[in-house]
């Protein structure tokens, strides 16, 4: 079964600087989607980035950009230019395409990283 | 604006009482989904629904139960509530099977419940 490991349970930054959140999964498939959601304290969780896995080219969403490597199974998050806004629960997140071996797609998420940004 | 709402966003209540936890979404999504996620943990999927009439066990065994009779209306009942019950559930939907291929999902505010 497909796993997500995010190894580091809590990270700090300064404002204005860059910050890597790390992630990696397990999987023998080759077809599949990665995202990383934002869950602010008590506000709702979002979206932050989208990576499809059969792109080479990194997924970039303004300050957030990940780093993809498919034979690694590792997945990162790059927040550049961190905010206090940026202070949050983030989530790596796996799932198979639409109707790949019976999968419905569903997300499995990892533990979580808690990232506070400082003034 | 489209979105997606849970009630209550706080409750404290004892053991053995019957509870219901509402969500509703103005997205028009067909498949919404609850999770379950303790303090600084992940989450755990415990139930789904591909639209009206329909509802699916997820990974995580959950002694809740849902209902869907309505497209936006996605309930979750405990009927005799417990300490171990004690969580934050959240509940999702998404537009899956989009044209997109992929299931990206959009989440409620959560209800954080405490079980006396």
């Known amino acids: 079964a497909q796993t997500v490991t995010q190894s580091q349970p809590e990270m700090s930054v300064q404002e204005a600087e860059t910050v890597t959140l790390s992630c990696t999964y397990d999987?023998?498939?080759?077809?599949?989607?990665l995202f990383w959601y934002k869950q602010p304290p008590s506000r709702q969780m979002i979206l932050v980035i989208r990576?499809?896995?059969?792109?080479?080219q990194n997924a970039t969403e303004n300050r957030f950009s990940v780093n993809f490597q498919k034979a690694a199974k590792s997945f990162s998050l790059k927040i550049s230019d961190s905010q206090l806004g940026d202070t949050a629960m983030y989530f790596c997140?796996?799932?198979?395409?639409?109707?790949?071996?019976?999968?419905?797609?569903?997300?499995?998420f990892g533990k979580g990283t808690k990232l506070s940004v400082k003034p | 604006e489209a979105d997606i709402y849970q009630t209550p966003r706080y409750l404290v209540i004892g053991t053995g009482k019957k509870i219901t936890l509402e969500c509703s979404q103005t997205?028009?999504?067909?498949?919404m989904y609850w999770y379950q996620q303790d303090p600084g943990m992940e989450l755990h999927l415990i139930h789904y629904?591909?639209?009206?009439?329909?509802?699916e066990k997820g990974d995580l065994s959950s002694e809740s139960t849902v209902s869907r009779i309505r497209t936006e209306h996605f309930p979750l009942t405990l009927e005799s509530a417990r300490p171990s019950h004690t969580s934050q559930y959240l509940c999702?939907?998404?537009?899956?099977?989009?044209?997109?291929?992929?299931?990206?999902?959009?989440f409620g505010p959560g209800t954080r419940l405490t079980v006396l």
């Open positions: 997140a796996f799932s198979y395409v639409m109707n790949y071996g019976g999968s419905q797609g569903n997300l499995i």
């Open positions: 629904s591909y639209g009206v009439n329909s509802t």
């Open positions: 999702a939907s998404s537009d899956w099977p989009s044209g997109q291929g992929y299931n990206e999902q959009f």
């Open positions: 997205m028009g999504h067909d498949k």
């Open positions: 999987t023998s498939e080759s077809n599949y989607y």
């Open positions: 990576q499809e896995a059969y792109k080479q």
